[in-house]
Structures are given as structure tokens and as C-alpha cells.
């Protein structure tokens, strides 16, 4: 190996040491949003109290696969079958080298059968200059332990809010039955003759 080829390959290793050493410090933050959630989840990042939460579910939730290549790799380029359930959005705030924030989202679908699946769009850029293996992991059922933990519902919200705002529509029609039926009564009471007077 000439001697360019040995410094080009050993800047190639500090950076990847550089971005390993930063991506092992995880998350400064991360913001779990979705049905049920109101305003959402936030979870401090490594070294705050209850950082460990946060690392916990990065790893269970194959967040470090999706943004690194791994051996063996175990993110998958098409999504799983049958139905996910409703989606969440993991957002985290990912420390750079050289100090800057990256956002980097994660959907989920931690009600998918049989386990859990996340998904992370490929080549989304962070750090500047790097980006993300993506694709969609299908994780093991310690990953909804560890949401419903956090505060996510153990069972899947019931419908979308389309059953919410049928109510409305319903309870107007059952009044405007009540109405018809309560003024039938009263023209049949009325017209009802009365007894002859002697």
C-alpha cells in the first residue's frame, strides 16, 4: 500500500471512530408522538436523569441500524404485510461531531402483528455529511414493553376519531327523531275527540 493510500485509509478510521464514539453517546433528546399522545413523549438523552430510557428504546427500536451499516444487517427494504396499526414518530436529537443537532425521525408501529415495526427513510441526511442506511426493522416484543412503559397504551386506540366525530352527527339525528316523534304524539292527542257532555 503506498503511502497516500495509508493515510487516506487511516483518516477513513478516525472518522468513523469520530462518528461511532459521537453515536455512542446517543440522543440528547427524543420526542415520541402520535394517537392518544396529546403534546407527546420527550425523553432526556444519555447522562440526565432517566437517559437510560432513551438508549434502551433507540436499541430495541433498531435506531443505530437505520443510520449505520451493520453485519449482518437487519433492516429490510420492504415493508412488512398485513396491517401496522396507527403510526408513532420517534424524533431524536442526535449530537454531531463537532457539537450540531441532527433530527432524525423513526416511524412506528408498535401495534403491528406479530412484533413491533419501525421504519427510517434511506439517505436522510445528518451530520452534515452523512446519511442514513434506512428501511424497516422488525423489532421483538421488548420494544412494546418498553413503550408502554414510557406511557404509550398497551392496546391500540379505538379508530382514528372518525367514530369521534360520527357522535355529533348521530346524537343530531336521534334528537330530531325525538322531536317528530314527541310532535306526532301531541297533534294525536289533540285531535283525539273528546266525550260528548250531556
Known sequence: MTRLGMLAAAAAL??????????????????????????????????????????????????????????????????????????YTIAYQLPGPDG????????????????????????????????????????SSTLKDKLVALGLPRLPPTGDGASDRRWPVLGAGALIVAALVGVALFLLRTRRPRPATA
Open 100 to 139: 450540531r443537532l441532527s433530527e432524525l425521525r423513526q416511524d412506528l408501529y408498535q401495534y403491528a402483528k406479530p412484533n413491533p415495526v419501525t421504519y427510517v427513510k434511506s439517505g436522510e441526511r445528518y451530520w452534515v455529511t452523512e446519511k442514513t442506511v434506512g428501511g424497516w426493522y422488525v423489532a
Open 14 to 87: 478516525a472518522a468513523a471512530v469520530t462518528a461511532t464514539s459521537a453515536l455512542a453517546k446517543g440522543a440528547s433528546e427524543a420526542t415520541i408522538t402520535g394517537p392518544g399522545l396529546g403534546d407527546g413523549i420527550t425523553l432526556a438523552g444519555e447522562g440526565q436523569p432517566g437517559g437510560v430510557q432513551l438508549m434502551q428504546l433507540a436499541e430495541a427500536a433498531g435506531f443505530f441500524p437505520a443510520l449505520f451499516a451493520t453485519t449482518p444487517n437487519p433492516m429490510q427494504t420492504a415493508r412488512p404485510t398485513g396491517d401496522l396499526g396507527p403510526g
